[in-house]
């Protein structure tokens, strides 16, 4: 069965950085563009970042671009979100999304594997 999983997740203060982690199993890692949502309490789950399945293509949410890096390492099966300049509005539960279409303009979900979540919360 398809497994994702997510670490990394804490308590940071304000302008502090995190970085995500997300394995896979149970499926070809190297096949699936890969994406992070996150969702705060009260709000949707929203799209922060995508990559393609070769790292070619990435994309950013407005709201995090210029502080956030998505990377990938298909040797290891491991997806990274490098998080620096956090802010509390970045404080949520993040996920990690195997398989979505991953454009420079736009992400979308196109699959049901998710991870279970890790959370991040940044202090003021």
């Known amino acids: 069965q398809v497994q994702v999983v997510e670490s990394g997740g804490g308590l940071v203060q304000t302008g502090g950085s995190l970085r995500l982690s997300c394995t896979t199993s149970?499926?070809?890692?190297?096949?699936?563009?890969m994406g992070w949502f996150r969702q705060a309490p009260g709000k949707e789950r929203e799209g922060v970042s995508c990559i393609s399945w070769r790292g070619d293509t990435t994309y950013y949410a407005d709201s995090v671009k210029g502080r956030f890096t998505i990377s990938r390492d298909n040797a290891k099966n491991i997806l990274y979100l490098q998080m620096n300049s956090l802010k509390p509005e970045d404080t949520a539960m993040y996920y990690c999304?195997?398989?979505?279409?991953?454009?420079?303009?736009?992400?979308?979900?196109?699959?049901?594997?998710w991870g279970q979540g890790t959370q991040v919360t940044v202090s003021s």
């Open positions: 999304k195997a398989g979505v279409m991953c454009l420079p303009q736009r992400m979308e979900s196109t699959t049901r594997y």
């Open positions: 149970g499926l070809p890692f190297d096949d699936y563009a």
